[in-house]
């Protein structure tokens, strides 16, 4: 006779198949919103600290660590979010042994790669800072803020890998509270170590280190406890090909976004740095950081979704699967309509806060915010419709989508625009065609995207009409 634990479980999966989809998107969305925007917080809060505390300095060479994060952004995601998309879909075919397994190899996968990319990234460092465009100036901050997280690489990748976990095994109100748990933690020590023990920039990373460390602890309490779900066992911690390689390639589009964003932020540092010194460098670092704070909510909306996608298109349950996007992208439109209006409304208000004295950096901040966000209310489209592709187990249209916007577009773009737009618009200069190559990307990339999410809701509109 099964026990009230495993009746509990199935009940809480069987929901995602019958409950109201957009009581289901609140639901698994909300806690990753908050989660995500009180990250991103963090994150300007974090670059509050070291403008205020350091000076314009240390945000450039904040700024420079950018493509270096994005590359261990990139294995992570790709562990964490392959991971907890195919234990979506086997739990949404009832298969509970091999959610087990996916567990144990998510962290097998995590510890390889996180130990053996920063061992990497720490012995080639200054060479790598310099390749992005790093100065005599910025390269000592950005050289101490790096050495610190590549240090504690693993520890960061496992955190977000059992967070996106947490989310599958459907328990996103814990995964929320490790996002506000990791970011109280950090945002104390910010402050203790950089405003007021002025360890610098330094400061900033060693307390982004431990809250993460803190958390990861609290992760595999949960998931070794007798009610979780998905249990951690140490029979199933040790390495399965199939498994690993069905993680690695549901994944990839993950880790090709975030990656190709690492080749990008690279180009668009060197070319900020060319055309614009180390002021466009810091300017770029702060309308970067305000950018992903509309991202972080839009993927906010996606983790939220795959889950719920991934269990019903397992389910063959098309039709709440057509649902569930479109609320998803309606709600993600909202999100960047309203970014967009706040970026031409306050942006000397929103650049303001990373900048102390330091005029040059604040005109250039303003506007270099402005242009690049001349096509957000569109590109939620575009991040949605990669997110569903990769939800139902699709990863060379999810792929495909990642590379239109960066690989694509907005390298070409960054390349030539800065050669040819002042002779285009009298009165502009390179740096301006830097600026623009951002959101012309946008906008070409949203389009693509619409047609591919029309193209493959009809086709899950005639899988649903077989299916009745």
Not at 285 to 303: C, E, H, K, S, T
Not at 335 to 349: D, I, K, Q, W
Not at 356 to 366: F, R
Not at 377 to 395: C, D, E, K, W
Request: charged share 10%; hydrophobic share 50%; proline share 4%.
């Amino acid at each position: 006779m099964p026990s009230q634990t495993t009746h509990d479980t199935a009940h809480k999966f069987n929901a995602l198949g019958e409950k109201s989809i957009p009581k289901l998107l609140v639901q698994y969305s909300l806690p990753a919103i908050i989660a995500m925007v009180v990250s991103s917080l963090y994150n300007i809060i974090d670059g509050i600290f070291i403008g205020q505390a350091v000076g314009a300095d240390a945000i450039s060479g904040l700024a420079l660590t950018n493509p270096l994060m994005a590359i261990s952004a990139a294995f992570g995601a790709m562990v964490g979010i392959g991971g907890s998309t195919l234990m979506s879909i086997r739990l949404g075919q009832k298969d509970h042994q091999s959610a087990h397994a996916i567990l144990g190899n998510v962290i097998v996968l995590n510890v390889i790669i996180g130990l053996t990319l920063g061992l990497v990234l720490e012995l080639n460092l200054d060479s790598i800072l310099r390749l992005f465009g790093a100065s005599e100036r910025t390269l000592p901050h950005a050289r101490a803020y790096m050495q610190i997280l590549l240090f504690g690489n693993v520890f960061t990748h496992m955190y977000y890998g059992l967070n996106a976990q947490l989310r599958s095994t459907s328990r996103p109100m814990y995964a929320m509270y490790a996002n506000i748990g990791t970011v109280a933690i950090n945002t104390v020590l910010a402050y203790l170590f950089v405003m007021r023990l002025g360890w610098g920039i330094a400061g900033a990373a060693w307390s982004t280190l431990i809250a993460q460390v803190c958390a990861l602890c609290w992760q595999f309490w949960l998931f070794s406890g007798k009610n979780s779900p998905v249990r951690l066992l140490r029979r199933y911690l040790r390495p399965q090909l199939r498994i690993m390689k069905e993680i690695v390639t549901i994944g990839l589009p993950q880790f090709l976004i975030n990656t190709t964003t690492s080749l990008v932020a690279i180009i668009i540092m060197r070319s900020m740095a060319e055309f614009g010194g180390d002021t466009a460098v810091g300017a770029y670092g702060i309308v970067n950081r305000l950018a992903m704070f509309m991202a972080f909510v839009v993927m906010g909306l996606d983790q939220g979704m795959l889950p719920i996608a991934g269990y019903n298109y397992g389910a063959q349950k098309f039709h709440r699967l057509e649902s569930v996007v479109k609320y998803t992208l309606v709600a993600a439109t909202v999100v960047t309509t309203l970014s967009f209006a706040a970026s031409h409304l306050l942006p000397g208000a929103l650049v303001g806060l990373f900048v102390k004295d330091a005029p040059e950096l604040a005109a250039a901040g303003e506007h270099g915010l402005k242009v690049v966000s001349l096509f957000w209310p569109v590109i939620g489209m575009q991040i949605v419709s990669s997110a569903f592709f990769q939800s139902i187990g699709s990863p060379s249209k999810s792929i495909f989508l990642s590379l239109t916007r960066q690989l694509i577009f907005l390298i070409p773009l960054i390349l030539t625009l800065p050669h040819i737009l002042p002779g285009l618009l009298p009165g502009t200069a390179a740096i301006d065609g830097v600026w623009y190559s951002l959101p012309a990307a946008d906008g070409v990339a949203a389009l693509i995207s619409a047609v591919m999410l029309v193209a493959q809701i009809r086709k899950l509109r005639q899988k649903s009409a077989m299916t009745l």
